[in-house]
């Protein structure tokens, strides 16, 4: 019973997510708001690590519409009045479903420090440039949900950013690891989520092993892999 893997009874602090089902059947997650703003958290820490500060720009290409609020900046209300106020955490949401010469031209406009997409976005933006002779070397790109190949990661730099992130996490735990400049080596985040190889054995001489990860963030319904 999904009720047996909670630590706490069900209340209206808790979010239920379902999964894609890609591994043959949706699974239901539930965390509460605090586990989810942490993620947020952290993500911003690795950000600042590579140079944002809260008074540079984010460009966001993604599905949700401009001006749209986020579940973050409607919680913690002491984000909205410091944008107001000190015009800090400033961004602007483009919408994906915008023709790419407009993204770009928007893009060109805004100079971001960070554009946060995802690589298949950002294939579409660079392939474009390119098509078109530009380069826009935005400082920071973040990538988001999906993986990056090498040739992916290639076209970015030479079209699109001059370094990017690659960030992972899943619907459990939001922001687990990232990589930068890098599409193989990964850095977990301490004290949040913690990684281990076990079951290790060699395959044609190579040594392998399996991927443990327990959730040490999510105390609605923590996980192990």
């Not at 407009?102 to 805004?110: A, F, G």
């Not at 973040?142 to 690659?166: G, H, Q, R, T």
């Not at 959730?215 to 319904?221: H, Y």
């Amino acid at each position: 019973k999904f009720d047996d893997i909670l630590t706490c009874t069900r209340n209206d602090d808790i979010i239920y997510h379902s999964t894609s089902g890609s591994t043959g059947e949706p699974f239901q997650i539930a965390y509460s708001k605090f586990e989810v703003h942490t993620g947020h958290i952290r993500l911003l820490w690795v950000l600042m690590k590579y140079g944002y500060t809260p008074f540079k720009r984010i460009a966001l290409v993604t599905k949700n519409e401009p001006g749209q609020k986020f579940d973050v900046e409607e919680d913690i209300s002491i984000i909205g009045r410091l944008q107001r106020l000190f015009h800090i955490f400033e961004r602007e949401v483009i919408s994906i479903y915008e023709s790419t010469d407009r993204i770009i031209e928007k893009l060109e406009r805004t100079k971001p420090y960070v554009l946060w997409t995802t690589p298949s976005a950002a294939t579409v933006i660079a392939q474009e440039l390119k098509r078109q002779g530009k380069k826009l070397q935005i400082p920071l790109l973040l990538l988001i949900s999906e993986n990056v190949s090498d040739k992916e990661a290639s076209l970015f730099v030479e079209y699109l950013c001059i370094n990017y992130i690659n960030h992972y996490g899943c619907m459990e735990a939001p922001t687990m690891s990232y990589g930068f400049n890098n599409n193989v080596e990964q850095v977990s985040i301490p004290y949040f989520v913690l990684f281990e190889q076990t079951n290790m054995r060699k395959v044609d001489k190579t040594p392998i092993g399996d991927i443990l990860i327990t959730n040490l963030d999510n105390k609605t319904m923590p996980f192990i892999r």
